[in-house]
């Protein structure tokens, strides 16, 4: 297969020079009964009768950067937990960052704060230190929660700060169940919304919150996929089991094929590739509103030179998600490949 000039600045960015890489051959794949779009689907939260906590650390209408710095655990420590203070944080960020004139600081930043005050992994918050650490990562507000799981009951506290109105200024408490931690996850976002004096109504809560699953072992094994470092069978082995307790989870079967993706670009095997195919076609069909779907199918595609199939499938990523990077980056590459 000739690769065109180009298309090795998107193999070195992978880290491997694609140019010896045969030709894949795509095997028409069917659209399973059970990787049908699910029949169900969740309501959506009402928050037009939400009341602004009394005090609100932001009024409507102003803009305010805020900063995560994490969840920790109050109670039990067992490493069977320790993922969910990630996934508090992660998602927490995620929904927040889809709310208007809320910019959540990345944890990079966080990160590069901590290596220059010392190298410490957890940040202490004390009277005596949210003033500097907000003036140095440069956030209004600074979030720092915990949880604790007892008995199949889950609780959530998160404290919010804002040191220019004197240091710690609220708090948020929330209950629900081991089993079914995305709803607790939906009032624990409603209510700091609230909290950041977000007036978020209905129609707007389908874009702002989303369920990946609604079976608890997949959603723990999605989770746990996530976290998992790229490149690793231990990422693939979680997003296996989280499709086996639901083969209708989209964001299981593309993040699965970018894990397929990324080992197939490591080690160059074909057949990699052909699997990644197949769990982005699976993610679209069950989820015809999954832009990365349709962005992974795009990268594939292009590789494979079936450059008309790569352009269709990226640009219908970036009518679902304009502000999509990769998508744009993949598009320009095209572009400059003369297709």
């Not at 989280?242 to 079967?253: G, M, Q, T």
Request: net charge positive.
């Amino acid at each position: 297969m000739v690769v065109h000039p180009l298309l090795i600045g998107i193999m070195l960015a992978t880290r491997v020079a694609m140019s010896a890489l045969p030709l894949i051959h795509f095997d028409p794949l069917r659209t399973e009964e059970s990787h049908r779009q699910p029949s169900c689907t969740l309501p959506l939260i009402s928050f037009t009768g939400l009341r602004l906590h009394d005090a609100a650390l932001a009024p409507v209408g102003e803009k305010r950067r805020v900063a995560i710095l994490g969840f920790h655990s109050a109670g039990s420590r067992r490493p069977a937990h320790a993922w969910l203070g990630r996934e508090l944080a992660d998602t927490l960020a995620e929904r927040l960052k889809r709310a208007p004139l809320v910019e959540v600081i990345t944890s990079e930043e966080l990160r590069r704060f901590q290596a220059r005050s010392g190298g410490g992994n957890k940040v202490e918050i004390s009277s005596a230190n949210v003033s500097a650490l907000s003036r140095s990562i440069g956030a209004d507000i600074l979030l720092l929660g915990s949880y604790r799981v007892s008995k199949g009951a889950l609780q959530i506290e998160l404290r919010a700060f804002r040191p220019v109105r004197g240091g710690e200024g609220s708090a948020i408490r929330v209950d629900g169940s081991a089993d079914r931690i995305w709803e607790a996850e939906d009032r624990l976002a409603a209510r700091c919304a609230a909290l950041l004096g977000q007036r978020v109504g209905d129609e707007a809560a389908g874009r702002l919150f989303s369920h990946p699953t609604e079976s608890p072992v997949a959603f723990e094994e999605l989770c746990k996929g996530r976290q998992a470092p790229e490149g690793t069978h231990r990422k693939i082995r979680h997003l296996q089991k989280a499709i086996e307790a639901d083969p209708s989870c989209a964001e299981a079967h593309y993040l699965l094929g970018g894990a397929y993706c990324g080992i197939g670009t490591a080690y160059q095997y074909v057949e990699w590739y052909n699997m990644a195919l197949e769990e982005y076609r699976k993610a679209a069909a069950i989820d015809p509103g999954c832009a990365k779907a349709y962005c992974g199918l795009g990268l594939i595609y292009m590789m494979n030179s079936r450059y008309d199939l790569s352009r269709k499938s990226l640009e219908r990523a970036l009518e679902l998600e304009p502000g999509m990077v990769t998508a744009k980056n993949y598009l320009n590459q095209l572009g400059r490949m003369g297709h």
